[in-house]
């Protein structure tokens, strides 16, 4: 038996109760799983370090994206920031905040934890998250391609928030700005700057001075989307995804 692991490991409940159950329901998967495989290198070393008598059983293969798919012809010069979410992870205060500042900047945000009537009016909300269908792929594609740049604001934990945005986002290149948490995918592969715009803490002023520079910087960002559209055909295709899948589980 194989399974994917994208946020067990995270320990959400004060509930001594909860937390025993949850601890031996994850001793249990780990004995009965022939494979475990995790999506954040974060999340797979804190395993390592608690249960390391499963580590063999544990492998490490980032969340893929259909590069075929999320794709644009060309960039724009809107004043458009965008933010997708649903996860516990998103800091859905700290993004709202961010966009009561910036008034001069449209926002768009596509998420479900949010009411219109406590938005700021330079927000557009599409209420809706990916389960529910309600909101398509070709209309989140067209959306993304509105925006000049995809921030993803969060708490800082082991789990991979943000991930599949974040990778759209590359793939649209549209430049991504995110807080630089423990549970970040692949740490290694992205640089700030180079590939990608990181937040160390979540300061409102900090957010705001990253978004202007994204704005401002033309020839900067062009770069830094360049080089993160790159870092996600060398590691994060479907192709490379299933081939590095059939490689654990034969």
């Not at 055909?233 to 059939?246: A, G, Q, V």
């Amino acid at each position: 038996m194989t399974v994917f692991i994208m946020g067990l490991f995270v320990n959400q409940s004060k509930n001594i109760i909860r937390k025993y159950f949850r601890e031996k329901f994850i001793i249990l998967l780990l004995k009965i799983s022939t494979n475990i495989i995790f999506l954040s290198k974060g999340e797979k070393n804190f395993a390592e370090e608690n249960y390391s008598r499963y580590k063999e059983k544990m492998f490490f293969l980032p969340f893929p994206v259909d590069s075929k798919f999320w794709n644009k012809d060309k960039s724009n010069n809107n004043k458009k920031v965008l933010f997708i979410g649903n996860d516990g992870k998103r800091d859905y205060e700290l993004v709202t905040n961010i966009a009561r500042k910036m008034i001069n900047y449209e926002f768009i945000f596509v998420s479900k934890q949010f009411k219109s009537i406590n938005l700021p009016k330079n927000v557009k909300l599409y209420h809706g998250k990916w389960a529910d269908n309600k909101i398509s792929d070709i209309k989140i594609r067209d959306i993304y391609a509105e925006c000049f740049v995809s921030i993803i604001p969060l708490k800082d934990s082991i789990q991979p928030s943000g991930q599949s945005v974040a990778l759209q986002s590359i793939s649209m290149k549209v430049p991504v700005i995110i807080t630089k948490t423990k549970g970040f995918w692949e740490e290694e592969k992205f640089k700030d700057n180079k590939n990608i715009f990181f937040i160390m803490k979540n300061n409102i002023n900090d957010w705001e001075e990253k978004i202007s520079l994204v704005y401002s910087e033309k020839s900067l960002v062009s770069d830094v989307c360049e080089s993160a559209y790159k870092t996600l055909i060398e590691n994060y295709t479907l192709e490379k995804f299933y081939s590095e899948f059939k490689k654990i589980i034969t």
